[in-house]
């Protein structure tokens, strides 16, 4: 995200143009995450400030009715939003700056040794990856001397994240249309979950069974006699 850009203006052969740069690209947040008790996490942000004008974080049921006003659990500390030792439940985070929420739930269980992926829980195994890989750019600073350019920039993951840089020799109408079209190649991730408890027996009164399950019941309680031993005709 750079926030100190959000348009360009030229003058080309006399005609003024101003090139609108899409700001929703500055910042993409995850708009579901699942987490473990214990967890921590953070967001990127464009402020320092921690104010109820800027985001709002509650307490929800599953169905999506309010519990309570959670927004003194969260920590804003040189432009990253740090959340920790959030309980069990469901929890709505909304950044109103860009407009966007994130939907959190948090599950009691342990991270798989196998494989930090997945999630084992009492009676399921849930897959957690790809969930948040923020990058952050923070400065970009071009040096036409030496022909160089530096970019400053924060990421969750650092040894696996890339920069892109594309080069025009003519600024397109949509400056935007190039990224648009790479985020629609980045695929998309559905967390599942998979049940691993013991399925519970059930048991029904006054059922009437079919004639063929009835039929082999009551072979397995009847008496067994012997079978015709006459010789054949």
């Known amino acids: 995200m750079i926030s100190a850009t959000t348009d360009v203006n030229g ?7 101003n090139w609108k740069i899409n700001s929703d690209e500055r910042v993409n947040y995850p708009s579901q995450l699942t987490l473990v008790e214990g967890d921590n996490i953070n967001f990127p942000l464009l402020h320092s400030e921690h104010s109820k004008h800027k985001f709002t974080f509650i307490e929800t049921l599953e169905s999506g ?11 804003v ?3 990253v939003l740090k959340i920790q ?3 069990e439940g469901h929890y709505t985070l909304t950044f109103k700056d860009v407009g966007q929420t994130c939907h959190i739930t948090v599950i009691k269980g342990q991270y798989w040794k196998h494989d930090k992926d997945f999630v084992v829980t009492e009676d399921s195994i849930q897959s957690v990856k790809n969930q948040v890989n923020n ?12 022909s160089t350019l530096s970019i400053t920039a924060y990421a969750d993951a650092p040894k696996v994240a890339r ?23 980045v695929p998309s991730i559905e967390n ?39 010789e054949r005709p």
């Open 11 to 17: 003058d080309i052969n006399r005609c003024n143009r």
């Open 65 to 75: 009715e309010t519990l309570r006003n959670a927004l003194s659990e969260l920590k």
């Open 77 to 79: 500390e040189k432009n």
């Open 85 to 87: 030792g959030l309980k």
């Open 135 to 146: 990058i952050v750019i923070t400065d970009v600073n071009v040096d036409s001397a030496k």
């Open 163 to 185: 920069f892109h840089i594309l080069g025009a020799q003519f600024m397109e109408e949509d400056p935007n249309c190039k990224v648009n079209k790479l985020n629609q190649n």
């Open 192 to 230: 599942e979950s998979a049940t691993i408890s013991t399925r519970r027996s059930m048991f029904l009164n006054n059922r009437k069974l079919g004639d063929e399950y009835v039929y082999v019941l009551d072979r397995k309680d009847k008496t067994r006699f012997m079978g015709n031993t006459l």
